[in-house]
T-cell receptor
């Protein structure tokens, strides 16, 4: 049972436009989310996070929005750049009780930004 | 800056072989993790360790074991490699809780 879902396997965007990557989750107890970015042949790198006490967190061109009632979060990249082309994963560290920081990941969305 | 180093970038082995994947971190992190990444499935946790000699199964532990004899080193062992274990393997470490995990660059393992 996939507790964190990214239903769009891929997204194609023109340079300079907005990229919106979506993530849905099933458990209303989840209280923290992270986004990771992964280039081919490299490990994922942490991008941005959000706590459930907030509905928005911003870091430069990257903003994450959290809609708790819909159990939905989204990552906005504005403006998109060709260097943003990568696989994006959403993840949550909550697995019930003591987690030791274990992460549950979504399936990932491949973002392609065209010049 | 945190550095997680995986011993091999690419590895080719034969079915039935015993395979060792090594991971070293330099930030004195308590927690270390092994994931595999497959298209359409995201990253799935195989095993993790929260202290030396301590380990717990993740979501897909079958066919794997791990070893953590020193805090900085976490090894993944494929006891008898099979073709369905062909995958990208990623090691990560963290200080725990909600702190982000730091990943190595991965080992692309092919089992023939």
């Amino acid at each position: 049972d996939q507790q964190v879902k990214q239903n769009s396997p891929s997204l194609s965007v023109q340079e300079g436009r907005i990229s919106i990557l979506n993530c849905d989750y099933t458990n209303s107890m989840f209280d923290y989310f992270l986004w990771y970015k992964k280039y081919p042949a490299e490990g994922p790198t942490f991008l941005i996070s959000i706590s459930s006490i907030k509905d928005k967190n911003e870091d430069g061109r990257f903003t994450v929005f959290l809609n708790k009632s819909a159990k939905h979060l989204s990552l906005h990249i504005v403006p998109s750049q060709p260097g943003d082309s990568a696989v994006y994963f959403c993840a949550t560290p909550w697995t019930g009780g003591t987690s030791y920081g274990k992460l549950t990941f979504g399936q990932g969305t491949i973002l392609t930004v065209h010049p | 800056d945190v550095k997680v180093t995986q011993s091999s970038r690419y590895l080719v082995k034969r079915t039935g072989e015993k395979v060792f994947l090594e991971c070293v971190q330099d930030m004195d992190h308590e927690n270390m993790f092994w994931y595999r990444q497959d298209p359409g499935l995201g990253l799935r946790l195989i095993y993790f360790s929260y202290d030396v000699k301590m380990k717990e199964k993740g979501d897909i532990p079958e066919g794997y074991s791990v070893s953590r004899e020193k805090k900085e080193r976490f090894s993944l062992i494929l006891e008898s490699a099979s073709t369905n274990q062909t995958s990208m393997y990623l090691c990560a470490s963290s200080s725990g809780g909600y702190e982000p995990q730091h990943f190595g660059d991965g080992t692309r393992l092919s089992i023939l």
